[in-house]
Structure formats: structure tokens, C-alpha cells
């Protein structure tokens, strides 16, 4: 019998929770229904989705992902990159960055920041950057 690659942070059994790429190049959340160490495959079952949507993906498919990711961000449990009180750039809503302060750091790994004109948002992670400390 063979057995599954060792992939970090994914387990190859029954139950075991990671994320999948669908035929839409969309991930999502997903369960291991079935193992096929002959054929070196698993059953993945869409959470939330029907069950006449499981498709079967070879083990070592670059469409399959651990979910520690998504589930670390949703709990809280990520470092956070900034500390209230640091000034950052900020994405604003026309997708340009913007000087601002951060005014409470969020378990959702979002950030409560006030720009510089005193508007008050909350943004993602991934809408911030670090202020350059040498301007030329």
C-alpha cells in the first residue's frame, strides 16, 4: 500500500479539514471523504456544498492546500504586522495608499486606522504598509 506524500500542514485522512481549488480557480474549504492509496487520490467534499460535487484529487495536486491559514486569521491567533499607535500607509477606497494611524488592532486581523485627513476606517492586513522611515 502507498502512502500519502508528507505536505506541511495538510493530513491525508478521512475527516481532515484543508482547502481545495475547484474547476473556477476558486479555493475552498473542504473535507477528506475517501482516501485511494492505489490510485494515490483523495475525495474531497466542498463544505457547505452538495455531495454530488466531491471531486477526487491526486494526493499531491497543487489544488490542494492546508487551512491553517484561513483558520489562524479567523481566530485571532496571527502575529499582528503593526501595533496601535504605528503610522502606516493605508489602501483608501480609489486603491491608493494614504498616511495613517493605527487606532486598535482587530482579532480578524484587520486594522482600525484614522488617516491623515481624520476619517475613520477599518482595513485588512493586506491594505497596509509600513511607513518609510528614510524619504528622499
Known amino acids: 500500500m502507498k502512502t500519502p506524500p508528507d ?7 478521512v475527516g481532515a479539514q484543508l482547502e481545495a481549488r475547484d474547476r473556477h480557480k476558486n479555493w475552498y474549504t473542504a473535507t477528506i471523504e475517501k482516501i485511494d492509496y492505489d490510485k494515490e487520490r483523495v475525495l474531497i467534499h466542498y463544505r457547505q456544498w ?18 491553517e ?22 489602501c483608501w477606497t ?5 498616511p495613517a494611524k493605527i487606532l486598535r488592532v482587530n482579532k480578524d486581523d484587520s486594522y482600525t486606522v484614522r488617516f491623515f485627513d481624520g476619517v475613520v476606517r477599518t482595513v485588512k492586513s493586506t491594505k497596509l504598509k509600513p511607513v518609510d522611515e528614510v524619504r528622499t
Open 50 to 67: 452538495s455531495r454530488r460535487h466531491n471531486e477526487w484529487f491526486q494526493w499531491s495536486s497543487p489544488y490542494l492546500r492546508p487551512l
Open 7 to 13: 505536505r506541511s500542514g495538510i493530513t491525508f485522512e
Open 69 to 90: 491559514r484561513v483558520s489562524l486569521r479567523r481566530q485571532g491567533l496571527n502575529a499582528p504586522m503593526f501595533v496601535s499607535g504605528s503610522k502606516v500607509m493605508a
Open 94 to 98: 480609489d486603491c491608493r495608499f494614504y
